[in-house]
């Protein structure tokens, strides 16, 4: 019965290992698209902007765009979905936060099997190293989006 469980502990820390190795780059790598997209965002809001300030309209930045759904069959049935493109940089970086709290924890969890503390502490470090650019992004995005007469001094 001990053989079975040192072989339990085995292969936890196999899976633990496997997760922490390819779920770091994936999540890593989602950030990093996530920052990508808000700034592509961010360039696009700046060029309505610009636009916009040429041709003396009001100001639209495109944020808020409405998408007309009609449903076939139904008597004046219209679903209006209105969207919001600031929303879409935080949302970003809840799934990024999400993803990597998920990877973490599934590591951290089946690396916890038997005596294997040596990997506390590279959870330790792969945590830093995952949430600290999401950290950088939200402090960025926030002074992004917070209008100048609500700016904080």
Known sequence: MAEFGEIAEGVGAAVGAAV???GTPTVYLGIRKSKVEIRKLELEALKLQAENQSTMNPVDL??????????????????SISTDLRLLGPLLLLL??????????IAGYLLSFGSLSLFTPL???LGIA???P?????????????PADQAQP
Not at 62 to 70: A, H, L, T
Not at 135 to 146: F, G, P, V
């Open 96 to 105: 990024d936060f999400v993803s990597a709290t998920i990877v973490l924890t």
């Open 62 to 79: 495109g944020f808020d765009k409405s998408i007309r759904v009609n449903i076939e069959g139904g008597t004046d049935n219209v679903v």
């Open 130 to 132: 995952l949430f600290t």
């Open 123 to 125: 959870l330790a470090v």
């Open 20 to 22: 922490a190795l390819l």
């Open 134 to 146: 999401i950290y950088r992004e939200a402090r960025r995005l926030k002074k992004a989006l917070t």
